[in-house]
């Protein structure tokens, strides 16, 4: 059973830094991963998706890297601003389309951004 | 583009009471459709899948069921509410197509009292 872990639970940080956050899971038979943001009491926004045949994908300050035989993730923030204040949460999908497993979660980092 | 829309946003029920939450898509058609429960601490666990009208998939046994009267439409439901039913409970789509992502609802505060 695919097992999904994110270290570290909790981060605070000062305004400004660039941070890791790090996701690792325990079956490498993955289809992609992909990592969320949950602002409290809202539901999960997709941010980056990484099919696994990549390595890495970019959005604006996020880059998030896939390394699928260590089956481990991690996801770049650059810059850091307040307004990243908020849960991170990585999953891993075995098949196209969710399928009967659906996405395996891990239970999320929550990050504060110090102003 | 494509939307999901869930409510109630929050919902206190006693004990013993019925419930229905409703999940709809707009802007795509035939989508896989979740039913998730978020408990502090632990995570998201998946309750219900389904790929079509009608199909259903149950992920962990318990007093709640899923219907999907329609295709971009999902239910859950439940005849008597337990204590250990609160939580927060988020709908999700996602094309069937490859490397789609999973799009969320913003969810339903459950409150059983």
């Known amino acids: 059973k695919q097992e999904v872990t994110q270290i570290p639970a909790a981060l605070s940080v000062p305004e400004g830094e660039n941070l890791v956050l790090n996701c690792s899971f325990t079956?490498?038979?993955?289809?992609?991963l992909q990592w969320f943001r949950q602002d409290p009491g809202k539901g999960l926004t997709s941010l980056l998706l990484?099919?696994?045949?990549?390595r890495e994908q970019t959005s604006g300050r996020l880059n998030a890297s896939l390394d699928k035989s260590s089956g481990r993730s991690t996801l770049y923030i650059a810059a850091s601003q307040p307004g990243d204040s908020a849960t991170y949460l990585c999953?891993?999908?075995?098949?196209?389309?969710?399928?009967?497993?659906?996405?395996?979660f891990g239970k999320g980092t929550h990050l504060i951004i110090q102003p | 583009s494509q939307t999901i829309h869930q409510w109630p946003a929050t919902l206190v029920q006693p004990v013993g009471s019925p419930l229905s939450l409703e999940c709809t898509v707009e802007?795509?058609?035939?989508?896989?459709l979740y039913w998730y429960r978020q408990a502090a601490g632990r995570g998201l666990q998946l309750l219900f899948y389904?790929?079509?009208?009608?199909?259903i998939s149950s992920e962990v046994p318990q007093n709640l069921s899923a219907s999907r009267p329609q295709d971009r439409q999902f239910i859950l439901s439940s005849k008597k509410l337990l204590l250990s039913d609160s939580g927060f409970y988020l709908c999700?789509?996602?094309?069937?197509?490859?490397?789609?992502?999973?799009?969320f609802g913003n969810g339903t505060r459950l409150t059983v009292t």
């Open positions: 999700a789509w996602i094309r069937t197509d490859r490397n789609s992502p999973l799009h």
């Open positions: 079956d490498s038979a993955i289809y992609n």
């Open positions: 990484i099919q696994s045949s990549q």
């Open positions: 999953a891993v999908s075995r098949y196209s389309g969710g399928g009967a497993d659906g996405l395996t």
């Open positions: 802007g795509t058609s035939n989508p896989n």
């Open positions: 389904s790929v079509g009208i009608g199909q």
